[in-house]
């Protein structure tokens, strides 16, 4: 996989994963739920190592896109291909804020379970002219772990 084919992904957010499949961009196994048993609210596909494909259960539609830049877990796929611009596979939460200015949300630091601990939290962006945004998420030292890109209204395309 490659930045182009994620730009690609990003901008038929909201489209089927039938429509995907027509135009080459469902990659690999069909979507399966996230839960193997009781009700599913959604389905993942894993085109690529540490590439989520995330879709609606009800109708199908692509929902998020995510990339894991480092993992949180030992054993969890991590993305080794290129970044739509301007992200980087080494980045911080200091040098987004300089290229994307100011999220639009954020979330500090949280303590979660173990075995995952304390994170460093996320910062969200829009993505210009779209029902679109893109959340950094963090490590506890602040350096990006992963990156989603995310419909914002998902009754919309």
């Known amino acids: 996989m490659d930045a182009e084919t994620i730009n690609s992904l990003i901008k038929v957010l909201g489209h089927t994963y039938e429509k995907l499949l027509a135009e080459g961009l469902a990659l690999g196994s069909s979507p399966t739920p996230l839960f193997p048993e009781g009700q599913n609210e959604d389905l993942i596909q894993k085109p690529a190592p540490g590439v989520e494909l995330w879709f609606c259960a009800e109708n199908r539609k692509l929902e998020r896109t995510v990339i894991t830049l480092s ?78 890109f995310c419909l914002i209204d998902k009754g919309s395309d």
């Open 71 to 148: 993992p949180i877990f030992n054993d969890d796929p991590v993305y080794e291909g290129e970044l739509p611009k301007p992200f980087t596979r080494k980045m911080d939460q200091d040098g987004v804020r300089a290229l994307m200015g100011e999220p639009y949300q954020s979330k500090g630091p949280v303590k979660l379970p173990p075995p995952i601990g304390i994170t460093g939290g996320w910062d969200a962006y829009r993505i210009d002219h779209t029902n679109a945004e893109v959340v950094v998420q963090y490590l506890k030292d602040k350096s990006a772990c992963g990156l989603a």
